[in-house]
């Protein structure tokens, strides 16, 4: 009574006029559907199958509370460890200062989606085995390493009888 009276109140880190530090502070953005497509999520994202070894995509999707991933794994690809009947456990590499740490997080299969990141390499793979066999039936040496686009060839334009204007940047003591 009188001893409880003399005990100062516990301070709270937030006052009400300071933002609060919520799980979903600063998302308003990150976890808001886009333009007609708010409401009941559609079938098929709950008749996706996922399997041990898959690399998903995480994102958060607002409409859905539960088992949402918090917002430092929005838009991160991890690969599932486990599978069960509404959720995923997913291992995600996350920068730490100066460390990477291996996270296991579970999340509801509503937030995530099979990724395409590998589509492009597996699809390299596969042409790069039909070369091989083209070449060996050949008996030649094909090039199988990636090559950045070559320049375009040589070609003419139409000037409609206007003469080309040759363009050339301002010398720096005449600019204003």
């Given at each position: 009574?009188?001893?409880?009276?003399?005990?100062?109140?516990?301070?709270?880190?937030?006052?009400?006029?300071?933002?609060?530090?919520?799980?979903?502070?600063?998302?308003?953005?990150?976890?808001?559907?886009?333009?007609?497509?708010?409401?009941?999520?559609?079938?098929?994202?709950?008749?996706?199958?996922?399997?041990?070894?898959?690399?998903?995509?995480?994102?958060?999707?607002?409409?859905?509370?539960?088992?949402?991933?918090?917002?430092?794994?929005?838009?991160?690809?991890?690969?599932?460890?486990?599978?069960?009947?509404?959720?995923?456990?997913?291992?995600?590499?996350?920068?730490?200062?100066?460390?990477?740490?291996?996270?296991?997080?579970?999340?509801?299969?509503?937030?995530?989606?099979?990724?395409?990141?590998?589509?492009?390499?597996?699809?390299?793979?596969?042409?790069?085995?039909?070369?091989?066999?083209?070449?060996?039936?050949?008996?030649?040496?094909?090039?199988?390493?990636?090559?950045?686009?070559?320049?375009?060839?040589?070609?003419?334009?139409?000037?409609?009888?206007?003469?080309?204007?040759?363009?050339?940047?301002?010398p720096h003591e005449f600019m204003a």
């Amino acid at each position: 009574s009188k001893l409880a009276k003399q005990v100062p109140q516990p301070y709270h880190f937030c006052s009400p006029s300071k933002a609060s530090w919520g799980k979903r502070r600063g998302t308003l953005y990150m976890c808001s559907r886009p333009f007609r497509k708010r409401g009941v999520l559609p079938l098929a994202t709950h008749m996706r199958i996922y399997k041990k070894g898959d690399t998903v995509d995480i994102k958060g999707t607002g409409t859905v509370q539960k088992g949402m991933p918090h917002k430092c794994y929005h838009g991160k690809t991890g690969r599932a460890y486990s599978v069960t009947q509404h959720a995923a456990g997913i291992i995600i590499n996350k920068q730490v200062k100066g460390k990477i740490l291996a996270k296991r997080i579970s999340v509801h299969i509503k937030h995530i989606k099979r990724s395409k990141s590998r589509h492009s390499f597996l699809k390299r793979v596969k042409e790069n085995g039909q070369k091989k066999k083209e070449a060996k039936e050949k008996g030649a040496w094909g090039q199988l390493k990636h090559q950045p686009a070559p320049p375009r060839e040589a070609h003419f334009m139409r000037t409609n009888g206007k003469e080309p204007e040759l363009l050339e940047p301002i010398p720096h003591e005449f600019m204003a």
